[in-house]
């Protein structure tokens, strides 16, 4: 192949397909992408059905660094709308941040815990997930409360025993497990908290009904140890108490507050889903039903603990709030998020440190020794979190093509203003007679002042003609060799923006002639070129368009492409959606470079931009194909799955043509919808020997002949005299 001539849809031809389509057997369109988000889980993959869901458990935009005071944004979040707008219906997210990163922890205002040797604790939420996205937020408290009719005394609590609260059944309805009572006996004995375990209501024939509220806990109101009390004592009054939770964004330029989250009418303890401890997140795996800005504070949570309020504002007065300063009194232990993002190393935020030098042929198994297999088990980062992800079939790692960025420094001190002239005697120009000029012309005016660019509070980016490609390189071998190892993932990569044609061809030397996955392994990656350019949606003053690297959009059309035709069907000239430019431009010699080093080129084509191949990096033509390599790992999912049918059945002659005829059936579909052009499937003796049959063992043989994309026809019409048209074909 030395030449690409096609540019375009000839005038008056157009492809229909005419095969038939159907569900997919196994779905191989799911991709997960691994790069830098606002806020999420870490290291941990998260399914996300559209960008909406995306933006509720991951934010929006995370700005990186600065180039010239225009923002370097993250990746990932433009990756995975391109994605989606592309096509693509359903993805992985794995958040990924530096080693140190760290969650902000606020005090809860007006609330403390009591524990039962009377000591109280301050009580601390942190963040919901790790980073600097949390700078600027407040957490405030408000004290509901409503009188309860009282039906009788209260029976304080025996040796071991619950006290018991009557109450009239109108009001014990509007109790609930885990809500906080405070109890007023008078002058004569102090004020008391129950905190509620069980409610009670019965009825009688007459259809009076009485309620009974047992206690869990007895707290005095003047925390400290409890004072038993001597017996029944009647209740003067009776209130129950809530509280409202309620999360707010500062301005960083200052100005009002804007509201984020509000949680009502919560009880202080549980059980129960209103507490307030249960609208936050739990678990590492994101709950969208609770908040999404918020997590508790085991450390603060003590067993047997009950949670009552210390000066806590009531509704209808202005809500304390504390917010996340780091060392800020009176507010010890409170601290503020970080991201650990302050310098880009790429191989510390996307590898395990553990499985850094592992081979296809040992990953897997290491890894699951560090997991499953071990007894004291460890949760893999950065790609190897997706080890034992089965539905993913692609792997994304956008961010891994940032060019790096550095600290920026700190402005330098103003100068010191010069020491002022002594003074200088007036001369006396009494006697002076000045002649008569000529007046002078007016000046210009001066030229306006250059402005300089308002500089970012963030790192500065770095300069490409310094950009070291190692860390680069480390994190796309290991991420070849993982999707390698699990045999049925492929590998999309891009690269560094600035790269050019001879950076391209340096860098594919580079990794196809690494050891460690040349050969097979390659045919499990592919890559993209050049960047695309988007619409900038959050600074168009600055730049009106935004770089993103190709990972999204292929990712995206790979995955249309097999949802309406087949994962056989090569994702190569389908226009792309949302995309308004390419960066860098290429020249049509270096097309024709880029294309013979197996990249997949972006280009521009009329009214459209279009991929021109789908290829892998493999040097083995029969690998070629992404297509081709999508279509075996169907079969090997396929096979791994009706395998599993088959693990207890008697290997006997008619199970053997049994599993032959389900495999023919399988394999006749495909060929049906345009994925073969031919196969054998082989369960008979040549394949299974005695010694097979004696120790168990069942092996199928198929033989496929995938059907090859044919990706440019020439067709030559040459006129040989009058009324003679010869018509040549050709493939280039």
Not at 508 to 532: C, D, E, H, K, M
Request: charged letters at 15%; proline letters at 11%.
């Amino acid at each position: 192949m030395t030449t690409l001539t096609y540019q375009g849809r000839l005038p008056g031809v157009g492809c229909v397909t005419a095969l038939p389509t159907g569900p997919q057997p196994i779905r191989l369109d799911v991709p997960a992408f691994v790069g830098f988000a606002e806020r999420g889980p870490t290291d941990q993959p998260t399914p996300v059905e559209d960008f909406n869901q995306y933006h509720a458990v991951f934010g929006g935009d995370l700005v990186l660094a600065q180039n010239d005071g225009v923002p370097v944004y993250a990746s990932l979040p433009g990756s995975v709308k391109s994605f989606f707008d592309n096509g693509g219906l359903r993805c992985y997210v794995v958040r990924v941040a530096g080693p140190k990163a760290q969650a902000a922890r606020w005090l809860v205002p007006g609330l403390r815990q009591w524990l039962p040797d009377g000591t109280v604790q301050d009580v601390y939420v942190g963040a919901a997930w790790p980073g600097a996205w949390s700078d600027g937020l407040e957490v405030g408290t408000q004290l509901l409360q409503q009188p309860l009719a009282v039906d009788g005394g209260y029976q304080p609590a025996g040796p071991g025993g619950p006290g018991t609260l009557s109450l009239t059944a109108a009001s014990a309805l509007a109790v609930l497990p885990g809500d906080l009572i405070r109890l007023d006996f008078g002058p004569s004995w102090p004020e008391l908290y129950l905190s509620a375990a069980r409610v009670d209501v019965s009825w009688t024939s007459t259809g009076i009904g009485t309620g009974t509220v047992t206690g869990g806990a007895e707290v005095p109101v003047l925390l400290g140890p409890a004072v038993p009390l001597p017996g029944p004592v009647p209740v003067a009054a009776a209130t129950l108490l809530r509280l409202d939770l309620v999360i707010q964004q500062l301005p960083a330029g200052g100005g009002s507050a804007q509201q984020l989250e509000e949680w009502l009418n919560l009880s202080f303890n549980p059980p129960g889903a209103a507490c307030w401890l249960q609208v936050t997140q739990q678990a590492e795996v994101p709950d969208l039903t609770r908040s999404m800005l918020l997590r508790a504070d085991p450390s603060t949570v003590a067993v047997g603990g009950v949670f009552v309020p210390v000066g806590m504002d009531e509704v209808g007065t202005s809500a304390e709030f504390t917010d996340a300063t780091a060392g800020s009194p009176p507010y010890p232990g409170v601290l503020a998020g970080d991201d650990d993002l302050s310098t880009f190393d790429p191989v510390a935020v996307f590898l395990d440190p553990r499985l850094l030098l592992e081979t296809t042929y040992d990953l897997i198994e290491d890894a699951h020794g560090y997991t499953e297999l071990s007894p004291d088990p460890v949760a893999l980062t950065g790609i190897h979190s997706l080890i034992d992800t089965d539905e993913v079939a692609m792997i994304c790692v956008p961010d891994a093509a940032q060019l790096g960025w550095t600290p920026s420094a700190a402005a330098p001190p103003p100068a010191a203003a010069p020491p002022s002239a002594a003074p200088v005697p007036p001369v006396d120009w009494s006697d002076f007679r000045a002649c008569a000029l000529p007046p002078a012309p007016p000046a210009p005016p001066p030229p306006p002042a250059a402005v300089p660019p308002t500089p970012l509070p963030y790192p500065v980016q770095d300069d490409p003609a310094s950009y070291q490609s190692a860390g680069l390189l480390t994190v796309q071998t290991a991420l070849v060799t993982l999707c390698a190892a699990r045999a049925d993932t492929v590998a999309v990569l891009s690269l560094p923006q600035h790269y050019r044609t001879a950076d391209v061809l340096t860098w594919s030397q580079q990794l196809t002639g690494n050891t460690r996955i040349s050969g097979s392994p390659l045919s499990f990656a592919a890559v993209w070129y050049p960047w695309v350019q988007v619409v900038e949606p959050a600074t168009p003053q600055l730049a009106p368009l935004r770089p993103l690297p190709p990972d999204g959009p292929a990712a995206g059309t790979i995955a249309a492409r097999e949802n309406a035709r087949g994962v056989w069907v090569a994702a190569a000239g389908l226009p792309l959606r949302g995309i308004v430019g390419l960066t860098p431009a290429l020249a049509a010699g270096d097309q024709v470079a880029l294309f013979n080093a197996h990249g997949n080129l972006f280009v521009r084509q009329p009214g459209a931009f279009t991929a021109l191949s789908a290829h892998t990096l493999s040097a083995d033509p029969s690998l070629l194909q992404l297509s081709v390599r999508r279509l075996l790992i169907l079969l090997r999912k396929i096979a791994l799955q009706r395998g599993m049918r088959y693990v207890f059945a008697t290997n006997s002659d008619r199970f053997r043509q049994m599993v032959r005829r389900s495999f023919e059936r399988l394999l006749t579909d495909l060929a049906r919808r345009g994925a073969l052009n031919g196969f054998q499937v082989i369960t008979a003796g040549a394949v299974n020997t005695p010694a097979d049959i004696a120790s168990g063992r069942l092996i199928v043989q198929l033989l496929v002949a995938p059907a090859n994309a044919v990706e440019f026809i020439t067709v030559t019409l040459v006129r040989a005299g009058e009324g003679l048209l010869n018509v040549l074909e050709g493939t280039s």
